[in-house]
């Protein structure tokens, strides 16, 4: 039996897990990111498994047609837009996730935020390149208004570390009660509007859907200070990318912390990688040893559970 392993950019699966435990099965790693349907189905041609790393490679319908001898996709975590679930279900695929941690993403968005607020992408360079000592002047974050849009498990927990730094925390979502504002010690925000001007820094972790597709648009953007920074460490189809670019090049917002974007790897002339107000990371969100470890042990954990019959942590 055929298993590959999709997008492994740091080649690190076969070392977080023992995939040898998995009895006649021959797992291939692949490093690179595979653009194109025909260079995966090329890839995974004759496999009978594909373990994918989050939303890296989509799973559509036209390339599943394309690859016959699948029976079983594994995706970290347990929810992969990218995968056609109707069309697995059609085809008899079944589909496995595994658990995920949501401190990672907390934890990075803090690192951006800190890097922006302290001038530390700037301010790093001159250092390493000899350049003027102190450029830059700090935000202060104590007695700022953090604006959380979204407050799940990502977004409640950095709405705590703000009121650690004494931020004064508002925060709004679409379906947001004033119940759950309160247990989480919040100000909760009646408008998106609302959040977006009163904000010094606003953080976006709400999930993609076709309802938040694009919530934050010209318009939005146009609410916020041009103080204000704004974070993005969930999916990047929340913003709307132009808007966004014409808001950073135009200073009508102080900056942007960044670690999704439309197009994954983002391409080299991209212009998000010459801002000098935008301070990006490659979707390094989830990409911890902890995550990286319940991740592929939990794969190896499926497909061993889908061999014997009994699959564990069904998305399908």
Same mark, same amino acid.
């Given at each position: 039996?055929?298993?590959?392993?999709? @997008?492994?950019?740091? *080649?690190?699966?076969?070392?977080?897990?023992?995939?040898?435990?998995?009895?006649?099965?021959?797992?291939?790693?692949?490093?690179?990111?595979?653009?194109?349907?025909?260079?995966? $189905?090329?890839?995974?041609?004759?496999?009978?498994?594909?373990?994918?790393?989050?939303?890296?490679?989509?799973?559509?319908?036209?390339? !599943?047609?394309?690859?016959?001898?699948?029976?079983?996709?594994?995706?970290?975590? /347990?929810? #992969? $837009?990218?995968?056609?679930?109707?069309?697995?279900?059609?085809?008899?695929?079944?589909?496995?996730?595994?658990?995920?941690?949501?401190?990672?993403?907390?934890?990075?968005?803090?690192? !951006?935020?800190? *890097?922006?607020?302290?001038?530390? =992408?700037?301010?790093?360079?001159?250092?390493?390149?000899?350049?003027?000592?102190?450029?830059?002047?700090?935000?202060?974050?104590?007695?700022?208004?953090?604006?959380?849009?979204?407050?799940?498990?990502?977004?409640? %927990?950095?709405?705590?570390?703000?009121?650690?730094?004494?931020? @004064?925390?508002?925060?709004?979502?679409?379906?947001?009660?004033?119940? +759950?504002?309160?247990?989480?010690?919040?100000? %909760?925000?009646?408008?998106?509007?609302?959040?977006?001007?009163?904000?010094?820094?606003?953080?976006?972790?709400?999930?993609?859907?076709?309802?938040?597709?694009?919530?934050? *648009?010209?318009?939005?953007?146009?609410? /916020? %200070?041009?103080?204000?920074?704004?974070? #993005?460490?969930?999916?990047?189809?929340?913003?709307?990318?132009?808007?966004?670019?014409?808001?950073?090049?135009?200073? %009508?917002?102080?900056?942007? *912390?960044?670690?999704?974007?439309?197009?994954?790897?983002?391409?080299?002339?991209?212009?998000?990688?010459?801002?000098? #107000?935008?301070?990006? &990371?490659?979707?390094? =969100?989830?990409?911890?040893?902890?995550?990286? +470890?319940?991740?592929? &042990?939990?794969?190896?954990?499926?497909?061993?559970?889908?061999?014997? =019959?009994?699959?564990?942590?069904?998305?399908?």
């Amino acid at each position: 039996m055929r298993c590959v392993i999709l @997008d492994d950019y740091q *080649g690190v699966a076969t070392s977080y897990a023992d995939w040898t435990a998995l009895d006649g099965v021959a797992t291939t790693v692949v490093r690179e990111h595979l653009d194109g349907e025909d260079a995966v $189905a090329a890839a995974l041609a004759n496999a009978e498994v594909v373990v994918v790393m989050r939303e890296r490679t989509p799973l559509t319908a036209s390339l !599943l047609a394309r690859l016959p001898a699948l029976r079983l996709v594994v995706t970290s975590g /347990m929810r #992969n $837009a990218s995968i056609d679930l109707a069309a697995c279900r059609a085809r008899g695929i079944t589909v496995c996730g595994t658990g995920s941690s949501p401190t990672p993403p907390v934890e990075l968005t803090w690192a !951006l935020l800190l *890097g922006l607020a302290r001038g530390l =992408g700037p301010e790093g360079a001159a250092f390493r390149d000899g350049g003027p000592w102190q450029s830059t002047v700090g935000a202060d974050l104590a007695g700022a208004v953090l604006g959380v849009v979204g407050l799940g498990k990502i977004g409640s %927990r950095v709405a705590a570390i703000g009121q650690a730094f004494g931020m @004064d925390v508002v925060a709004w979502s679409p379906h947001l009660t004033e119940e +759950r504002a309160a247990a989480a010690g919040v100000r %909760r925000a009646t408008t998106l509007h609302g959040l977006l001007g009163a904000s010094d820094v606003v953080t976006l972790h709400l999930v993609l859907s076709e309802r938040t597709r694009g919530l934050l *648009g010209a318009a939005e953007l146009a609410a /916020m %200070r041009p103080t204000a920074y704004l974070l #993005n460490t969930s999916r990047a189809g929340l913003v709307d990318t132009p808007a966004l670019l014409d808001a950073l090049a135009e200073r %009508r917002i102080a900056g942007a *912390g960044l670690d999704v974007f439309d197009t994954e790897p983002l391409p080299v002339d991209d212009p998000l990688r010459s801002l000098p #107000n935008v301070l990006a &990371t490659p979707h390094l =969100g989830y990409v911890t040893a902890g995550n990286y +470890r319940t991740y592929f &042990t939990e794969a190896v954990e499926d497909v061993a559970a889908w061999l014997a =019959g009994e699959p564990v942590r069904l998305l399908t």
